[in-house]
C-alpha cells in the first residue's frame, strides 16, 4: 500500500467518525454554559465532545451556526493537525520503520486528542500496540543481549539490573487490558514478589560476593566462623531465586491460561516477554535470563566453595589412606577426622541446591532445573559418601590399632589364647556391622534413581576393600591364635600317641618274636615271643586309647566348630586331621589290641597244647628206645622237638629252651648210641659178605650188599665209612669193564638181542654139523647166516661178550690156518694197549681166553690188566704190610690210652691201615671198637634254635631265595653237630644244584 492511499484512508476514517459520532447535548443546559462546556473540552482536547455539544447547540439554537461554526472550525483545524500528525505516524511506521519515533506520535496524538472516539482510541491502540511488538522485541534482544554479556563478564547484579528494565515491555498493554483477576491477580503477586526479590539481590550482592573458596578453607576454625554465616546468607539467596523462579512460570502458565479462556487474547507480550527475562528466550532456553544470572553466581560461588571443600576433603582422605596404608593408625584416624569435619561441611552447603528445586502444577521437575539439580545432587551425596567413608575408616583405624595390640600373646598358655579369642570376637561383633552398615548405606545407591556419578561404587568398593581386609585381618589373626592353640593341644597327644605307639611296638614284638640277646647280627630265623608281657602291656594300652580317644574327640569336635568360624580353614583342617588321623590310628590301634590280646592268648593256649604233646611224644620216643624201636623212637623224639619248638614260637617262657635241647639231646645220644652198636655189627656183616661176592666174582651182587651196607652207616653217622668205599670202588671198577657184556633183562632191546643171539647160535651149530659132516658150503652158509644174526647185536652193543666169542668161533671154524694167525696178532695188539688202553685190552683179552684160556701169557696179561683196571689189588708188599701193622699200633696206642680227643685220628690211621692190607683183621676189629664206642655221629634232631634257622633256610629255598637260604645254610654247618644234620646236607646239595 502506498504512502497517499494511506493518507486517504486515515482522512476517510476520521470524516466518518467525525460524522457519525456526533453524541447530543442535554437540551436544558443554557448556552453559554455550553459554550463554557465547550471550551473545556477543546481545552482538554476532548475533541469529539466538543463537537458533540456545538452541534447539540445549534439544532436547538440554529442562531448559533456561525459562532458554533467558528469552534468547529477551530475544532477542525486541531483536527487536522491530529490528521497530519497521524499520516506522519504511518509514514513513519510504516514507510520508514522507526518504531520508537512511531511510538513518540501516538503519545503527542494521545495528548493532541485525549478524547477520541472509539474508533480513533482503537486505531491509536493497535498502532501502538504494533509499533511495540517491534521496537519493544529489539528493545528486549538488546537487553537481553547486554544482560547476556555480563553474565559471561560474572558481572550478575549488572545483569540482573539490565534484566529489571525489561519487565517495562508491554507493560502499558497488559494494564490496559482487562483481563480480569484469574489472569492478574496471581500475575500481579508475584511480579511484586518478583521486583522485590531482584532490589534484594541486587542490595545483598556485595556481601555474597564477599565469601571466597580461600577464605573458606584457610583452617577448620576460621571456617567455623564464617560458614553459618555463609549458609544464612546463600540460604536467602536461594529464596529469592526460587521467587523469581516461580514468577517466571506463573508467568508463563497465566499466559497459557488466557490462552484458553479468552477469544479476543490468545498471548500477552507483557507476560511473554516477563517469562522470557527470566528464563530466557525460546531459541536460549536456560542459557540466559535472571534464572541464568543468579544460577552462574551460585555457580561462581557456591560451587567454588564446594569444590574447595571437595579437595580439602578429597586431600585430607588420601593422606588419611597413605597414612592408613602405612598402618600409622593414629595419623590415619586424625586425617579421617579433620576430612570427615570438612565433608559434613560441604554436605551442608550442598544441601542449598534442594532449594532451587521448582516444580510444575503436576508436581513434576521444571525441564530447565535437571540439568543443575542432578549435578548438584551427585556432589551432595559425593559429600555424604565421604564424610561416611571418612567416619568408617577413622574407625577402622581404631580398630586395626587395637589389632596390633592384639597380636602379641603367648602362644604357650592356652587359657590366654582363649580369652584373646573372646576379646577379638567382640571387636568382630562391633567390626563386622560396619561392613553390613556401608553395604546398606552404598546399595541405597543404586536404586537412587538421581545418582548417577560412579563414587558411590567406586568409594564402596575401595571402603568394602578396607573393611574387609580389617575383618580379614581380625580373621586371621582369630584363626592364628586358633591354629597355635589347635598346635599346642595336639601336640602333647600326639607325643602321648607315639609313647602309646612305641609300647604298642614293644608288645607286638613281644608278640610277633624278638631275637635272642646272643642272635647273630642279621639272623632273623630265631624269634622268641612272650605273650603273657604282651598281654599285660595290651591291657594297659587299651585303658590309656580309651582316654586319649576321648580327649581326641572332643578336640576334634571343638576345632571343628572353630574351623567354621575362621578363614584358615585348610590350615585348621590339617590339624583336624592331625586328631581324624589319630582317632583313626587309635580305632585300628584298639581293634589290633583287641587282635592281639586274642592272639597272646591263643598263643598261651597254643604253647600248653604244644607242651603237653611234646611230653608225651619225648614219653614215646623213651619206650621206643626200651623196644629197641630206633627207627620209631628218632620220629617221635623228632616229632617231640617239632612239638616242643612249636610250644616255644607261641610262648619263650612256656618252658625252659636249654632244657627242653639238653632232654632232647641226650635222649638223642642214647638213640644213636644204642642204633649205632646194631649199625656196626651190620656194616661189618654186609662188608664181608660183599668183599667174598667180589671175590667170586659177582660184582653186581657185591655192589648190592656193600650199599646196604653204606645206607645202614649213614642212619647213625654223617662222615663216609672208608672201608665200604674201599671196596666199592674195587666192584664199580670191575662192573665198569663188564658194563655191556651180557644182555640184561632190563635193556629195551632184551628181547629182540637174546632172539638174535638164539639164532646164531642155531646157525653155528647147524654150519658147525655140515661142515663137520662133509657139507662145507652149506655149512658156511649157515655160518654166514649166524655171521649175519651177530652183526645185528654187535652193532648196538659191540661189547657183547657172547656175540664177540661167537665171532670168534666162527672165524676160527671157516679157516682155522688163517684165524691161528689172527689170534696171535689180535693178543698182540691186547698186550700193547695194555698200559694205554686197559679197558679195551682187557676186553679182548677176556674175549681170547674163552677161545683158548691156556695160550701162553694170557692168564699173566688178565691179572695185569684187573690190577691196572683196580679189579684186583695187587699183591701186598713187606713194606705195605709194615705200615698197616705200625698205623694199628698207633690206634691201639690211642684207644688204649682212651684219648677220646685222638679218635678221629685212630680211625683215619685204621682206614689207612685196612687200605693197605685189606686183610688186617685186628686194624678192622679195633675200628668197629672205637665206631661201637664213640656212637653215632649223625644228628636226628636239631636244637630248637637250629631247627628253627632250617626251618627258615627251607622256606627260602622252596620260595626261590637261594642265596638266602644258602646263607643260613652256611652258618648251621659252622656247627659240627649240626652240620651232622643228614637233611642240612640235602638241603646243602639241592641249594648247589640251583647254582
Given at each position: 500500500m502506498t504512502a497517499i492511499n494511506k493518507k486517504r484512508c486515515l482522512t476517510i476514517s476520521i470524516f466518518f467518525l467525525i460524522l457519525f459520532f456526533l453524541p447530543a447535548q442535554e437540551s436544558d443546559l443554557r448556552i453559554g454554559q455550553k459554550y463554557k462546556e465547550a471550551d473545556r473540552l477543546i481545552e482538554n482536547y476532548d475533541y469529539n465532545g466538543a463537537i458533540n455539544l456545538l452541534v447539540e447547540i445549534v439544532k436547538e439554537n440554529p442562531e448559533e451556526m456561525d459562532k458554533a461554526q467558528k469552534m468547529i472550525q477551530e475544532i477542525r483545524k486541531k483536527k487536522e493537525e491530529f490528521n497530519a500528525k497521524y499520516e506522519e505516524l504511518i509514514r513513519i511506521l510504516f514507510e520508514e520503520n522507526d518504531y520508537q519515533k512511531g511510538l513518540e506520535i501516538i503519545e503527542e496524538l494521545e495528548e493532541l486528542d485525549k478524547n477520541p472516539n472509539d474508533a480513533t482510541a482503537e486505531s491509536l491502540t493497535d498502532a501502538r500496540i504494533s509499533a511495540e511488538l517491534i521496537y519493544f522485541r529489539l528493545l528486549f534482544n538488546d537487553l537481553m543481549d547486554r544482560a547476556l554479556v555480563q553474565i559471561e563478564n560474572n558481572n550478575f547484579d549488572s545483569a540482573v539490573t539490565i534484566y529489571i528494565t525489561g519487565f517495562q515491555l508491554h507493560k502499558r498493554t497488559y494494564d490496559e487490558r482487562n483481563y480480569g483477576e484469574v489472569i492478574k491477580g496471581p500475575v500481579d503477586s508475584e511480579l511484586s514478589l518478583l521486583l522485590s526479590s531482584l532490589d534484594e539481590f541486587v542490595s545483598s550482592y556485595n556481601k555474597l560476593d564477599s565469601y571466597s573458596p580461600e577464605s573458606m578453607v584457610s583452617s577448620v576454625e576460621q571456617n567455623r566462623i564464617i560458614h553459618d554465616s555463609m549458609l544464612n546468607d546463600f540460604s536467602l539467596f536461594t529464596s529469592l531465586r526460587n521467587n523469581i523462579w516461580k514468577a517466571g512460570y506463573v508467568f508463563e502458565e497465566q499466559n497459557k491460561l488466557l490462552s484458553r479462556i479468552s477469544d479476543e487474547f490468545k498471548e500477552d507480550f507483557f507476560l511473554s516477554f516477563a517469562n522470557r527475562i527470566v528464563f530466557g528466550r525460546l531459541d536460549n532456553r536456560f542459557q540466559e535470563g535472571i534464572v541464568l544470572a543468579m544460577d552462574q553466581f551460585w555457580q561462581d560461588k557456591i560451587t567454588l566453595i564446594q569444590e574447595e571443600y571437595i579437595r580439602k576433603t578429597d586431600e585430607l582422605i588420601t593422606s588419611a589412606e597413605t597414612f592408613f596404608d602405612r598402618a600409622s593408625w593414629l595419623q590415619a584416624q586424625e586425617s579421617f577426622d579433620e576430612a570427615e569435619y570438612w565433608a559434613e561441611k560441604g554436605i551442608q552447603l550442598s544441601s542449598l541446591w534442594s532449594g532451587r528445586i521448582n516444580l510444575d502444577t503436576n508436581y513434576k521437575v521444571y525441564p530447565g532445573s535437571k540439568p543443575w539439580m542432578n549435578s548438584e545432587y551427585i556432589t551432595l551425596e559425593n559429600f555424604r559418601i565421604k564424610k561416611n567413608k571418612a567416619e568408617y575408616q577413622s574407625r577402622l583405624s581404631l580398630f586395626n590399632l587395637r589389632l596390633e595390640d592384639y597380636q602379641n600373646y603367648d602362644d604357650q598358655n592356652l587359657e590366654l589364647m582363649a580369652v584373646q579369642r573372646d576379646t577379638i570376637a567382640r571387636e568382630l561383633n562391633d567390626l563386622i556391622p560396619l561392613r553390613e552398615e556401608w553395604n546398606r548405606y552404598i546399595d541405597s545407591y543404586k536404586s537412587d534413581v538421581l545418582y548417577n556419578d560412579n563414587l558411590a561404587a567406586q568409594q564402596g568398593a575401595l571402603y568394602l576393600s578396607k573393611i574387609e581386609d580389617g575383618i580379614e585381618n581380625y580373621r586371621n589373626l582369630d584363626g592364628k591364635i586358633a591354629l597355635d592353640s589347635a598346635d599346642f593341644e595336639i601336640l602333647p597327644m600326639e607325643r602321648e600317641y607315639s609313647q602309646i605307639r612305641t609300647s604298642m611296638n614293644r608288645s607286638l614284638q613281644l608278640l610277633n618274636g624278638i631275637q635272642p640277646e646272643n642272635a647273630e647280627e642279621g639272623d632273623v630265623t630265631i624269634l622268641y615271643v612272650y605273650p603273657e608281657e604282651s598281654a599285660s602291656i595290651i591291657s594297659q594300652l587299651i585303658e590309656e586309647n580309651e582316654d586319649l580317644t576321648s580327649r581326641v574327640s572332643a578336640y576334634k569336635s571343638h576345632y571343628q566348630e572353630i574351623q567354621r568360624e575362621i578363614p584358615q580353614k585348610e590350615n585348621m583342617a590339617a590339624y583336624i586331621g592331625r586328631a581324624e588321623a589319630l582317632l583313626l590310628n587309635m580305632e585300628d590301634d584298639l581293634k589290633e589290641y583287641i587282635r592281639q590280646q586274642r592272639k597272646a592268648d591263643q598263643n598261651i593256649a597254643s604253647s600248653q597244647r604244644f607242651l603237653g604233646e611234646g611230653e608225651f611224644r619225648l614219653?614215646?620216643?623213651?619206650?621206643?628206645?626200651?623196644?629197641?624201636?630206633?627207627?620209631?623212637?628218632?620220629?617221635?623224639?623228632?616229632?617231640?622237638?617239632?612239638?616242643?619248638?612249636?610250644?616255644?614260637?607261641?610262648?619263650?617262657?612256656?618252658?625252659?629252651?636249654?632244657?627242653?635241647?639238653?632232654?632232647?639231646?641226650?635222649?638223642?645220644?642214647?638213640?644213636?648210641?644204642?642204633?649205632?652198636?646194631?649199625?656196626?655189627?651190620?656194616?661189618?656183616?654186609?662188608?664181608?659178605?660183599?668183599?667174598?661176592?667180589?671175590?667170586?666174582?659177582?660184582?653186581?651182587?657185591?655192589?648190592?650188599?656193600?650199599?646196604?651196607?653204606?645206607?645202614?652207616?649213614?642212619?647213625?653217622?654223617?662222615?663216609?665209612?672208608?672201608?665200604?668205599?674201599?671196596?666199592?670202588?674195587?666192584?664199580?671198577?670191575?662192573?665198569?669193564?663188564?658194563?655191556?657184556?651180557?644182555?640184561?633183562?632190563?635193556?629195551?632191546?632184551?628181547?629182540?638181542?637174546?632172539?638174535?643171539?638164539?639164532?646164531?647160535?642155531?646157525?653155528?651149530?647147524?654150519?658147525?654139523?655140515?661142515?663137520?659132516?662133509?657139507?662145507?658150503?652149506?655149512?658156511?652158509?649157515?655160518?654166514?647166516?649166524?655171521?649175519?644174526?651177530?652183526?645185528?647185536?654187535?652193532?648196538?652193543?659191540?661189547?657183547?661178550?657172547?656175540?664177540?666169542?661167537?665171532?670168534?668161533?666162527?672165524?676160527?671154524?671157516?679157516?682155522?690156518?688163517?684165524?691161528?694167525?689172527?689170534?696171535?696178532?689180535?693178543?698182540?695188539?691186547?698186550?700193547?694197549?695194555?698200559?694205554?688202553?686197559?679197558?679195551?685190552?682187557?676186553?679182548?683179552?677176556?674175549?681170547?681166553?674163552?677161545?683158548?684160556?691156556?695160550?701162553?701169557?694170557?692168564?699173566?696179561?688178565?691179572?695185569?690188566?684187573?690190577?691196572?683196571?683196580?679189579?684186583?689189588?695187587?699183591?701186598?708188599?713187606?713194606r705195605a704190610l709194615a705200615e698197616s701193622e705200625d698205623l694199628y699200633n698207633r690206634a691201639y696206642a690211642i684207644v688204649e690210652g682212651n684219648v677220646r680227643s685222638q679218635f678221629p685220628v685212630a680211625l683215619s690211621q685204621l682206614d689207612r691201615a685196612i687200605v693197605l692190607n685189606p686183610e688186617n683183621q685186628d686194624a678192622i676189629t679195633l675200628k668197629d671198637r672205637i665206631q661201637l664206642d664213640a656212637g653215632g655221629q649223625t644228628t636226628a634232631v636239631l636244637t630248637s634254635a637250629a631247627n628253627a634257622r632250617f626251618k627258615s633256610a627251607e622256606e627260602k629255598y622252596i620260595n626261590g631265595e637261594y642265596f638266602e637260604a644258602y646263607a643260613i645254610v652256611q652258618q648251621l654247618l659252622n656247627d659240627q653237630k649240626t652240620a651232622s644234620y643228614p637233611p642240612l646236607q640235602d638241603l646243602k646239595r639241592r641249594i648247589e644244584s640251583k647254582f
Open positions: 614219653e614215646q620216643s623213651e619206650q621206643a628206645l626200651s623196644n629197641r624201636e630206633f627207627r620209631q623212637a628218632v620220629q617221635e623224639l623228632t616229632t617231640a622237638q617239632d612239638l616242643f619248638v612249636q610250644a616255644l614260637s607261641f610262648n619263650e617262657t612256656v618252658v625252659d629252651r636249654e632244657e627242653i635241647d639238653r632232654r632232647i639231646a641226650d635222649l638223642q645220644d642214647r638213640i644213636l648210641q644204642e642204633e649205632n652198636k646194631e649199625v656196626i655189627r651190620y656194616v661189618r656183616e654186609n662188608v664181608n659178605e660183599g668183599k667174598s661176592l667180589y671175590l667170586q666174582g659177582l660184582y653186581g651182587q657185591s655192589e648190592v650188599v656193600l650199599l646196604r651196607a653204606e645206607s645202614r652207616w649213614y642212619t647213625t653217622n654223617a662222615d663216609p665209612n672208608n672201608e665200604i668205599n674201599y671196596w666199592l670202588n674195587l666192584v664199580r671198577a670191575a662192573l665198569s669193564v663188564e658194563s655191556g657184556r651180557t644182555i640184561e633183562e632190563t635193556e629195551p632191546l632184551y628181547a629182540e638181542m637174546t632172539q638174535f643171539l638164539n639164532h646164531a647160535f642155531t646157525n653155528f651149530e647147524l654150519g658147525k654139523a655140515r661142515i663137520e659132516g662133509g657139507n662145507r658150503s652149506e655149512g658156511l652158509r649157515y655160518l654166514d647166516k649166524a655171521d649175519q644174526n651177530l652183526n645185528e647185536i654187535l652193532i648196538p652193543m659191540p661189547l657183547n661178550q657172547q656175540a664177540s666169542v661167537l665171532k670168534l668161533k666162527i672165524q676160527q671154524l671157516k679157516d682155522p690156518e688163517l684165524f691161528k694167525i689172527t689170534f696171535d696178532e689180535k693178543f698182540k695188539s691186547s698186550l700193547s694197549k695194555l698200559r694205554t688202553e686197559t679197558d679195551i685190552a682187557y676186553i679182548d683179552l677176556k674175549d681170547l681166553s674163552a677161545i683158548q684160556p691156556d695160550y701162553p701169557g694170557m692168564s699173566k696179561a688178565l691179572y695185569d690188566a684187573e690190577i691196572i683196571l683196580g679189579i684186583r689189588n695187587p699183591p701186598p708188599d713187606l
